[in-house]
């Protein structure tokens, strides 16, 4: 296994922008198309680094023989912003178009797969209901699912800068009403999902309503909840069941 942190140029954000990877050796004996790739999101407060050293995701990496890419987006909420880059861009359409280029390797639906926690977890769904046919799998820890409802909360600040000042949550940033268009198309095109909260965590009630959505829309899903706030003990773990989800 190697990991390589640094930072590549992204014409969507205009600058340079720091990442991080974890790559198992084996890669140079396998087919461009068998590595399986996860795109892993931070959280608001955290950076591309966080999930290195606050989890143990490149022990479990390795262990899979999977390769892990975790990207920086400061404080975007994985959006093109208002004000500021277009971060949705740069995770969903240029990022996988760099790591083709830079390891040799061929996304297909199969092997292609992305996860977060908190804002990272609102970011990866968003990701794979806009474009599931590009993701197998998508896993979201603690997430801020249900994120109009803190559309005016004074420690999600930066919603004005990615939404518009005073501009109510857009339908295509909104996850029920992506959720709704999900639903519409062939539940053969969907990707697999799993979402996880702890009991103490103080987005709970978010999740549970999003579950409860994608319940009512009878998408197919796994939901679990356990003991544990909003902290790195939690994400360790899920992240390990997440791999498992996937088949990892």
Known sequence: ???????????????????????????????????KVIYLLHGLSDDYMCWLYQSNVSRYANDRGVMIVMPEVQRSWYTDMKM????????????????????GITHTRDNTFIAGLSMGGYGALKCALKNPEFYKGVAAFSSVADIKSHRFDEAFYDLDFCFGEGVDLPDDENLMCLAQNLSEICSCKHPKIYMACGTEDFLLQDNRKFDQKLSHLNIAHTYEEWGGGHTWDFWNTAIQKAMNFFGM
């Open 84 to 103: 500021g880059g277009k971060y949705f861009t740069y995770i969903s359409k240029e990022l996988p178009k760099m790591v083709e280029n830079i390891f």
């Open 1 to 35: 296994m190697a990991v390589l942190n640094g930072s590549v140029y992204s014409e969507a954000l205009g600058m340079k922008t720091g990442v991080s990877f974890v790559v198992p050796y084996e890669m140079r004996d396998r087919k461009n198309t068998d590595i």
